[in-house]
């Protein structure tokens, strides 16, 4: 892979968690705590609401995880191993990381 794929995917990296890091600020008050006064809120509209934080606390999760990966991603830029199975140690095709620029592992490693 060259100097100027790698700029792009680590450009494209950079954008993507910028992008997570926004939405998880602004997405932060729907995991607060359901209020729980049955004078405030209907039975109905709470458990909407109970089921609305479950969704936000998991979408929350995902993003992290996503977070993660997007930072090795960058290490392994900064490092010069990026583009490399982590497994086998053969280049992962870059088709593959053009659907995911985090991707750790050729194809064939991740279908073991």
Known sequence: MDEIQIDS?????????SELINLSSTSDDAAKPVELDQS???????MDAMRAQGMAIEAKGRREDQLLRIEGALRRIAAG??????TCGEEINIRRLEVDPTYTQCIMCADK
Do not use: K, M, P
Request: charged residues 25%; aromatic residues 10%; glycine residues 10%.
């Open 81 to 86: 191993d990026y583009g490399v199975c982590l």
């Open 40 to 46: 405030a809120v209907g039975r109905l509209s709470r």
């Open 9 to 17: 995917f680590r450009q494209q990296l950079l954008e993507l968690r």
